[in-house]
Each structure stands twice: as C-alpha cells, then as structure tokens.
C-alpha cells in the first residue's frame, strides 16, 4: 500500500525566513508526486507535479525537488501570505486516485 | 476557465437522515473523483469516475455511501442513514483523463452531523 509521510506537522517561520518540508514516500511504481497548497476552509490548490528523480519545479518562492524515496519543498525568503497547509500526494503505476500525507501546516510571521 | 465546483458549501443535518453533495467538474474533464478529509486526518479516497467506464468505489467506507455521474459530468455523493463519523469535509476533484493528469479540487462541502 502506498505510504506518505510529512514532516514537521507544523512549522513557524519569520518573515524571510527559509525552510524546507519533507515528504518521504513508498509506493510500488510512481506516476507522479504532487504538491498542493490549502488554506483553511479551502480546497487543495495544485502547485506542482514531479515525474521523476532529480526533476526540480519552481513557482516564485517555491521550489520542489523529487529523489526515489522522498520530495522537499523550498520555501525561500517567506512572506505572510505564504501560510497555508502544504499537501504531498503520490500517484502510482497502479491506482487511479492520490494517496495523500497529514499536510505540513505553515506559518509566516511579519 | 470555471473551476470545480460544489454544493452546498456547508451542511447540517441530524443523525439518521439522509444526505446528497453535488459535484461540478471543469468542463472537458472525463475523470471525476472524491475524496473524504476529516479533522487530524489526510484526504481518503472515496470514488473514481472516468468516462463511460465502472466506477471505482474501493474507498466507500460503507454502504451507506453511494455516487452516481450522470452524462459524464455532474455527480452526486449520497450519504445514507447519517451517522456523526461521517462529519468531514467531502471533496471533489477533476482531471482531463484518469492518468497522470492533475487533479483539480472543488472547495469541499463542509458535513456536520448532529
């Protein structure tokens, strides 16, 4: 069964502050990895989809970064409008739907 | 272009009765999904619709739980007999096909169960 897993559960930046979220997973054969983004009371918003080991997406303060066994997402200089829970997603050879970490929630202070 | 889109956005109802969530996908998408998320707890996949082909409803947690997609676009998400545990956040998501295509989520219908 596919295994995702997040770390922190929650971390706290000041502003401009850099940090990275992890996301380890295991699953039999991967179609892809993706990160979204939500706010409360909102649904997931897409921000990236990694294929394979070594690929690496950017989005303004974001950057992700894909290995076999885990993804990290960037977040450089960080503003308060940064906040928001960060979801890791994988998708496998052998399913249709995406099996989803707990979510890293973050908070930027001013 | 429109989003997914879902209704209602919130909704109340007591023990026992029963419960329809509608789902709007992007226009074009042939894949249609739900997804359950709970407090402390990640998404949990539901359902998968695509195109004119079976669905896959390994993720109903009973059969209490039902969809339908009618005409490859609209779906419904019937909850039967309402029980407190099915208090969650249902949401819907669409994608251009059922492969390694993006999905897109709705903003959730908010279930509270009294």
């Known amino acids: 069964e596919d295994q995702v897993t997040q770390s922190p559960e929650a971390l706290r930046l000041q502003e401009g502050e850099s940090s990275s979220l992890n996301c380890s997973y295991t699953?039999?054969?991967?179609?892809?990895l993706f990160w979204y983004r939500q706010d409360p009371g909102k649904g997931p918003e897409f921000l990236f989809t990694?294929?394979?080991a070594g690929e690496e997406k950017e989005k303004e303060r974001l950057k992700a970064t894909l290995t076999k066994k885990e993804s990290f997402l960037h977040i450089t200089a960080p503003k308060p409008e940064d906040s928001a829970t960060y979801l890791c997603?994988?998708?496998?050879?052998?399913?249709?739907?995406?099996?989803f970490g707990a979510g890293t929630t973050v908070t930027v202070r001013a | 272009g429109a989003g997914v889109s879902q209704s209602p956005s919130n909704k109340v109802t007591e023990k026992g009765k029963d419960v329809e969530l509608r789902c709007d996908p992007i226009s074009g998408h042939t894949a249609l999904y739900w997804y359950r998320q709970s407090l402390g707890q990640g998404l949990e996949f539901l359902i998968y619709?695509?195109?004119?082909?079976?669905?896959?409803k390994s993720g109903l947690p009973s059969d209490r739980f039902s969809a339908e997609r009618t005409g490859g676009s609209v779906s419904t998400l019937t909850i039967q007999r309402t029980q407190q545990e099915d208090s969650a956040v249902y949401l819907c998501?669409?994608?251009?096909?059922?492969?390694?295509?993006?999905?897109?989520f709705g903003p959730g219908t908010r279930l509270l169960v009294l």
């Open positions: 699953v039999s054969g991967l179609r892809g």
């Open positions: 997603a994988v998708h496998s050879l052998n399913d249709y739907k995406l099996s």
């Open positions: 998501a669409s994608s251009r096909s059922g492969g390694r295509e993006t999905q897109y």
């Open positions: 619709f695509q195109g004119n082909s079976a669905p896959d």
């Open positions: 990694l294929y394979s």
